[in-house]
């Protein structure tokens, strides 16, 4: 079991989660009905939530082998793309995505249901934050 996952087991609270992302090397990827962009290599900070099942839902994120659903699905299939951290938050979704530093690359990333208009769900830190 993972720090991550041991976390979500401890604290039912929990439900929010984001993805530390490298992007090993540039890269050009359809992201579903958003269209076709270029991901530099660098650093991204994902947020997302799950209200049920957030153990489960992260699981999935990290598994390659997945049917292409989120808009983060088909970022986390590239080649030259991997999670390096999770972290977890008992924060809600927008209020915490708003918090994160970085560059918003690909609007409307993972944010199709967001009212908070936070334009992203996925932040680019820069290609070398450490």
């Not at 991997?82 to 609007?107: F, W």
């Amino acid at each position: 079991m993972r720090d991550w996952e041991r976390q979500a087991a401890l604290d039912a609270r929990l439900r929010t989660y984001q993805l530390h992302i490298v992007v090993g090397r540039p890269r050009i990827l359809d992201i579903g009905r958003l269209g076709t962009f270029r991901f530099p290599a660098g650093r991204y900070l994902y947020t997302g939530s799950a209200r049920r099942n957030l153990i489960a839902r992260v699981r999935r994120h990290l598994s390659r082998d997945k049917k292409l659903r989120w808009h983060i699905d088909y970022l986390l299939t590239a080649h030259a793309v991997k999670v390096v951290e999770v972290s977890l938050s008992r924060d809600a979704e927008c209020p915490l995505n708003q918090r994160a530093a970085g560059e918003i690359i690909v609007p409307g990333f993972g944010a199709s249901d967001c009212r908070a208009r936070c334009g992203s769900h996925l932040r680019y830190l820069g290609e070398n934050t450490p």
